[in-house]
């Protein structure tokens, strides 16, 4: 038998917890002193215990959970409700850290408010390209990340069975197309002709005048970056003339750690 306080260390809750399903009958002690009034548990109580506080941490209430013990609910059909609980969990935990990330874009932007940006205009030779394409809903990270991520890994799963070799590294570019309707090119520079090509399109870019900034870090976060390649155009009487483009210089396994050239086309 363990006291009330060895018993809550055991199965890591509160004194008042237990207190607390005690009274709402969800948990009885095995033995009460009639005399004072201490509760005792038993180990075998554990299982009753570990079940209450699983099923409250899925987001039933105490309510609830009386009704799920009562139809004995199993370990099997628990460890179930538990791994869905856990997906919702680690799903909202990443949507989280997503939106942190445009948080802290967001902040970065003003604070660099007013620096001068590392913009360098360069002239951009005529390329053809292999690419997949796809349409995100809009320009939001939440929008293009769940798009453009997949196209690249896609595409370079398919440059092998297409006996493509690159001449050069990726490049994303993109165009809108309607209001929220952005389509997404995920492309390489290769010399290839006609011909069946594992699915890939093959396109050809135009020569084109680029104002370009070297951004160091996660594409998530790429905010700034662009928005300060836009101020400079403006401040330069240059204007936007083309989809822009995304050079991936670097891309380690650290994103943090990731080199892209953005290369927005002026006239």
């Not at 948080?103 to 997949?132: F, N, S």
Request: hydrophobic share 45%; glycine share 8%.
């Amino acid at each position: 038998m363990f006291s009330i306080g060895d018993f809550a260390r055991h199965g890591r809750v509160s004194v008042r917890m237990l207190r607390h399903y005690d009274a709402l009958g969800l948990l009885r002690p095995a033995r009460v002193d009639p005399a004072t009034g201490y509760r005792s548990y038993t180990a075998g109580q554990l299982a009753r215990l570990n079940r209450i506080v699983a099923l409250k941490d899925l987001g039933f209430t105490l309510e609830q959970v009386a009704t799920l013990l009562a139809e004995d609910v199993s370990a099997e059909q628990v460890r179930g409700m538990l791994t869905l609980r856990r997906a919702e969990l680690e799903s909202a935990l990443a949507a989280g850290a997503a939106r942190l990330t445009q948080v802290e874009a967001r902040l970065r932007t003003i604070e660099e408010e007013g620096h001068a940006p590392d913009v360098v205009v360069k002239e951009l030779p005529a390329m053809r390209v292999v690419e997949l394409t796809g349409v995100a809903a809009g320009f939001a990270p939440e929008a293009i990340g769940p798009v453009v991520r997949p196209l690249c890994a896609e595409l370079g799963r398919r440059l092998p069975a297409a006996d493509v070799t690159p001449a050069g590294r990726l490049t994303c570019y993109y165009e809108q197309h309607a209001e929220d309707e952005v389509v997404v090119h995920a492309a390489v520079p290769a010399s290839v002709g006609s011909g069946d090509l594992n699915g890939l399109a093959v396109a050809d870019l135009a020569p084109v005048r680029a104002a370009t900034l070297v951004h160091r870090g996660a594409i998530d976060g790429v905010l700034p970056s662009w928005q300060a390649v836009v101020h400079w155009i403006a401040d330069h009487g240059f204007a936007s003339a083309g989809p822009q483009r995304e050079l991936y210089l670097d891309c380690p396994d650290d994103p943090a750690d990731w080199v892209t050239e953005l290369q927005e086309p002026i006239r």
